[in-house]
């Protein structure tokens, strides 16, 4: 497989559930990065993992919870969600330091929070 | 603070001509982005601009003023396909992208 793959693609959970999303990115990158889209607002980053460390964490709620084991892979652990999560999650890798740094995305996991 | 504009949504006619705008205010630049992203699936690259002027490849252009933080997407020969959101954004001085809220791009037969 090549590109950026996301699983699930689609997930629906309840508030008091546990699930986790997984990116691997085929591209041989080594910075890797989780989104959340939400309807008609731009692209808000949540982290940045550059070279398996994190290196951003914008201000988001300790109910998201990212891992990255190797350079390859990326986790986002949710739990006890609220409803206004409910947004598409996309991953996306760049090669960090390259001359554009040009972001490749996944195709995204739809979640809705009931 | 940071700011991307663009336009939220705009129409064309297929086989015409559209350009998108984006304007920007942030922190620094070390270049502007440009990304489709066709409903339900990634953001998709398309251009990359670091240097003024117009880079052009095939029916899509894009344009960057740094003097006037301004750019513009220009779609020729629209074809349906190109239905999609557009997304500008900007890398800023932290080499962070700064994104825009994309523009949605209807085209009608």
């Known amino acids: 497989e090549t590109g950026v793959t996301q699983t699930p693609r689609h997930l629906v959970m309840g508030m008091t559930n546990k699930k986790s999303l997984k990116c691997e990115q085929h591209?041989?990158?080594?910075?890797m990065y989780w989104y959340k889209q939400s309807a008609k607002k731009p692209l808000e980053l949540m982290f940045v993992?550059?070279?398996?460390?994190?290196?951003e964490n914008n201000s988001v709620p300790s109910r998201f919870s990212p891992e990255c084991p190797n350079s390859s892979h990326l986790f986002l652990h949710l739990h006890t969600l609220q409803p206004e999560d409910s947004a598409l999650y996309l991953c996306?890798?760049?090669?960090?330091?390259?001359?554009?740094?040009?972001?490749?995305f996944g195709p995204g996991t739809r979640l809705t929070v009931l | 603070g940071q700011n991307i504009d663009q336009p939220t949504e705009m129409t064309a006619t297929e086989g015409a001509i559209v350009q998108i705008n984006c304007t920007y205010q942030?922190?620094?630049?070390?270049?502007l982005f440009w990304y489709q992203q066709h409903a339900g699936e990634a953001p998709t690259f398309l251009s990359y601009?670091?240097l003024d002027g117009l880079e052009e490849k095939g029916r899509f252009s894009s344009f960057l003023s740094r003097s006037k933080g301004y750019s513009y997407l220009l779609l020729k020969e629209l074809q349906m396909k190109d239905s999609a959101s557009y997304l500008c954004?900007?890398?800023?001085?932290?080499?962070?992208?700064?994104w825009g809220a994309g523009t949605k791009l209807i085209i009608k037969p």
């Open positions: 942030t922190s620094g630049f070390n270049g």
């Open positions: 996306a890798s760049s090669q960090a330091g390259a001359e554009t740094d040009t972001q490749y």
């Open positions: 591209l041989g990158h080594n910075a």
């Open positions: 954004a900007v890398l800023d001085s932290n080499y962070q992208l700064i």
């Open positions: 993992y550059n070279f398996k460390e994190q290196t």
């Open positions: 601009n670091v």
